[in-house]
């Protein structure tokens, strides 16, 4: 067998063994409760999330997840507590609790309609448990950002996102979004599952504002994880 196909397997095997890792931090509970949730466990916490089947923005997806794993497993590398982080497509709410529970002062965003169960999530897993008391708030892409989110007072040492790259069609106003909430200093952490042409199309206009560094991959998942700042940064 030649070095490079033993290379491959290899990468294959470790792929699957970290994977298999990540998965079972999930779990279903053995008991029916009036409320169904899933339960993960992540910064050595008991996470409950409930989810909404009828919509795609409040279910955990894996690239939810992965990102997870990343800030638990790289704690002292990517550093949270007393950060000022924001998730953009919070959706369940899960990688905020993360966040969260690893100390960082976290602004949990998503559409109106999501904010009932992802505000429902946050309180049920963070109340008592977190240095700093999770906020969540609307964030339409591209809207009223201005107002919403002011360049004076919005300064963010991380942007958290997963999953946020898929069939919809506001892809030029979530780059918009992750363009106006950065600072010279910012660090975008992403996760991303690739299933169109969309999600390389993306890929290649974030690259024109944005450097990005692929920091991990799990092939099994087509998952990758980014690490971005902006371009042109004074110390650059």
Same mark, same amino acid.
């Given at each position: 067998?030649?070095?490079?196909?033993?290379?491959?397997?290899?990468?294959?095997? =470790?792929?699957?063994?970290?994977?298999?890792?990540?998965?079972?931090?999930?779990?279903?509970?053995?008991?029916?409760?009036?409320?169904?949730?899933?339960?993960?466990?992540?910064?050595?916490?008991?996470?409950?999330?409930?989810?909404?089947?009828?919509? /795609?923005?409040?279910?955990?997806?894996?690239?939810?997840?992965?990102?997870?794993?990343?800030?638990?497993?790289?704690?002292?590398?990517?550093?949270?507590?007393?950060?000022?982080?924001?998730?953009?497509?919070?959706?369940?709410?899960?990688?905020?609790?993360?966040?969260?529970?690893?100390?960082?002062?976290?602004?949990?965003?998503?559409?109106?309609?999501?904010?009932?169960? *992802?505000? /429902?999530?946050?309180?049920?897993?963070?109340?008592?448990?977190?240095?700093?008391?999770?906020?969540?708030?609307?964030?339409?892409?591209?809207?009223?950002?201005?107002?919403?989110?002011?360049?004076?007072?919005?300064?963010?040492?991380?942007?958290?996102?997963?999953?946020?790259?898929?069939?919809?069609?506001?892809?030029?106003?979530? *780059?918009?979004?992750?363009?106006?909430?950065?600072?010279?200093?910012?660090?975008? *952490?992403?996760?991303?599952?690739?299933?169109?042409?969309?999600?390389?199309?993306?890929?290649?206009?974030?690259?024109?504002?944005?450097? *990005?560094?692929?920091?991990?991959? /799990?092939?099994?998942? =087509?998952?990758?994880? /980014?690490?971005?700042?902006?371009?042109?940064?004074?110390?650059?």
């Amino acid at each position: 067998m030649d070095p490079e196909t033993q290379k491959e397997i290899r990468e294959g095997d =470790n792929d699957r063994q970290v994977v298999a890792e990540i998965m079972a931090r999930s779990f279903i509970p053995t008991l029916i409760t009036t409320v169904s949730w899933e339960g993960f466990h992540f910064a050595g916490h008991e996470i409950r999330i409930t989810e909404a089947k009828d919509c /795609y923005g409040a279910v955990v997806w894996p690239s939810a997840l992965v990102l997870c794993y990343f800030l638990e497993t790289h704690a002292k590398q990517y550093n949270m507590v007393d950060k000022n982080v924001i998730e953009i497509g919070a959706g369940t709410g899960l990688v905020s609790i993360v966040a969260s529970l690893l100390g960082a002062r976290v602004t949990a965003t998503d559409l109106p309609e999501l904010l009932g169960n *992802l505000q /429902y999530n946050i309180s049920r897993n963070t109340k008592m448990k977190c240095k700093h008391l999770p906020q969540v708030k609307e964030l339409s892409w591209g809207v009223a950002l201005d107002r919403n989110f002011p360049r004076s007072s919005s300064n963010f040492d991380y942007i958290l996102a997963a999953d946020v790259v898929y069939a919809h069609p506001f892809l030029e106003e979530l *780059l918009i979004t992750f363009d106006h909430l950065c600072r010279e200093t910012t660090i975008i *952490l992403w996760a991303m599952r690739f299933r169109l042409e969309k999600e390389n199309k993306f890929v290649d206009r974030f690259m024109e504002l944005f450097d *990005l560094e692929e920091i991990s991959s /799990y092939p099994s998942l =087509n998952i990758k994880l /980014y690490k971005a700042m902006k371009k042109n940064r004074r110390s650059a």
